[in-house]
């Protein structure tokens, strides 16, 4: 009986030294995949920490553009406030320019008018004190301050309207 039991427990002992084995393959194993997955553990988290720096800088990045765009809109509603200011003031002084235009023509027209006018005047003296008829006109206007004088003075017409014109004549 003690041969028996010997040999079941020698059995029982190849038992578990081959379950033990197997364990010892298992642990083995269950090691190895747990010092892959530490591995990965660790690249994940390098990976994690990476992407967080990543994703800060593009945060960054993305306040700094959105700040860039803020000015950006403020500076071209400038420019087009600008443009919008210049734009009037051109068409000010457009309006100015044609004013004055206007204003010169008319100018000129008024002008254009006096000196056909004194062109016109300017003929018609021609006509009247031609050298044919000035002795005559000159005789006629003597006349004419001979018979002034003579009321204003209240002189009679001979002598003295004669000495008086010659007198004024001489001035003129």
């Known amino acids: 009986m003690e041969e028996l039991k010997f040999e079941q427990l020698m059995v029982k002992l190849r038992k578990h030294q081959e379950e033990k084995l197997v364990l010892d393959g298992d642990v083995a194993e269950s090691l190895s995949v747990h010092d892959a997955l530490l591995e990965e553990l660790a690249n994940l988290r390098t990976e994690a920490y990476q992407l967080k720096?990543?994703?800060?800088?593009?945060?960054?990045?993305?306040r700094v553009l959105q700040f860039q765009?803020?000015?950006?809109?403020?500076?071209?509603?400038?420019?087009l406030q600008l443009n919008r200011q210049s734009e009037e003031t051109l068409e000010q002084y457009r309006c100015q320019i044609q004013e004055l235009k206007l204003k010169h023509r008319k100018l000129r027209m008024k002008?254009?008018?006096?000196?056909?006018?004194?062109?016109?005047?300017?003929?018609?003296?021609?006509?009247?004190?031609?050298?044919?008829?000035?002795?005559s006109e000159i005789?006629?206007?003597?006349?004419s301050k001979c018979q002034l004088l003579a009321t204003g003075c209240g002189a009679r017409p001979g002598r003295r309207c004669h000495h008086v014109s010659r007198e004024l004549l001489n001035k003129v």
């Open 53 to 62: 720096a990543t994703h800060r800088d593009k945060k960054e990045s993305c």
């Open 69 to 79: 765009c803020r000015e950006s809109e403020q500076e071209s509603a400038r420019q």
């Open 111 to 135: 002008f254009e008018n006096q000196l056909n006018q004194l062109i016109e005047q300017h003929k018609n003296l021609l006509t009247i004190f031609t050298p044919e008829r000035l002795p």
């Open 139 to 143: 005789e006629s206007a003597q006349n």
